[in-house]
T-cell receptor, first 113, second 113 residues
Framework: EAGVAQSPRYKIIEKRQSVAFWCNPISGHATLYWYQQILGQGPKLLIQ????????DSQLPKDRFSAERLKGVDSTLKIQPAKLEDSAVYLC???????????FGQGTRLTVV | RKEVEQDPGPFNVPEGATVAFNCTYSNSASQSFFWYRQDCRKEPKLLMS???SGNEDGRFTAQLNRASQYISLLIRDSKLSDSATYLC??????????????FGQGTTLQVKP
């Protein structure tokens, strides 16, 4: 079974630039999560989708972050403009339902300079 | 108060030692509980689910105390390969009745020869 696919694996940008991350969840998984993990901390939920609807985006900095999950499958997360404090690993995960085991992609390591 | 709190660690133990990690959660309505393992620069992966009656998987034992809102993970006969960060995860349900996974900050274990 194919896992969660994410791209790119690494990205270095200058502050105030824009960046986008892509995620393809496990086939059939209705729930998709985007997490931000800063070095030394646990993953922090940014946004959760159930199919193509947003379930929770309470911790998403909406002035600069946006995410969409068109057709309830792939998802993109965008940051515009980026700040130095956005340097982190962005993890995408999917699960069959919102209370079951989540499977993670390898993440995108973002460095903002 | 953080939604999910863990011992900060790091825990440095010799091979063969028994080590225990603790985790507390703030939302008494939380439904599902998990321990995830995260190796350095890798994505989190499910170690085990935590059931009300307690459960064991080889050298690993997880326990849940709903009254105290407390979860534990016990590792017996530690191996070098157990060195990793252990993340406590709790599912909370929002107004849409869709669960979301909330992670603790993680506890780092270093097993030494």
């Amino acid at each position: 079974e194919a896992g969660v696919a994410q791209s790119p694996r690494y990205k270095i940008i200058e502050k105030r630039q824009s960046v986008a991350f892509w995620c393809n969840p496990i086939s059939g998984h209705a729930t998709l999560y985007w997490y931000q993990q800063i070095l030394g901390q646990g993953p922090k939920l940014l946004i959760q989708f159930q199919n193509n609807g947003v379930v929770d985006d309470s911790q998403l900095p909406k002035d600069r972050f946006s995410a969409e999950r068109l057709k309830g499958v792939d998802s993109t997360l965008k940051i515009q403009p980026a700040k130095l404090e956005d340097s982190a690993v962005y993890l995408c995960a999917s699960s069959a339902a919102g209370y079951t085991e989540a499977f993670f992609g390898q993440g995108t390591r973002l460095t903002v300079v | 108060r953080k939604e999910v709190e863990q011992d900060p660690g790091p825990f440095n133990v010799p091979e063969g030692a028994t080590v225990a990690f603790n985790c507390t959660y703030s939302n008494s309505a939380s439904q599902s509980f998990f321990w995830y393992r995260q190796d350095c620069r890798k994505e989190p992966k499910l170690l085990m689910s935590v059931y009300s009656s307690g459960n064991e998987d080889g050298r690993f034992t997880a326990q849940l105390n709903r009254a105290s809102q407390y979860i534990s993970l016990l590792i017996r006969d530690s191996k070098l390969s157990d060195s990793a960060t252990y993340l406590c995860v709790v599912t909370e349900f929002g107004s849409s009745n869709t669960g979301k996974l909330i992670f603790g900050q993680g506890t780092t274990l270093q097993v030494k020869p």
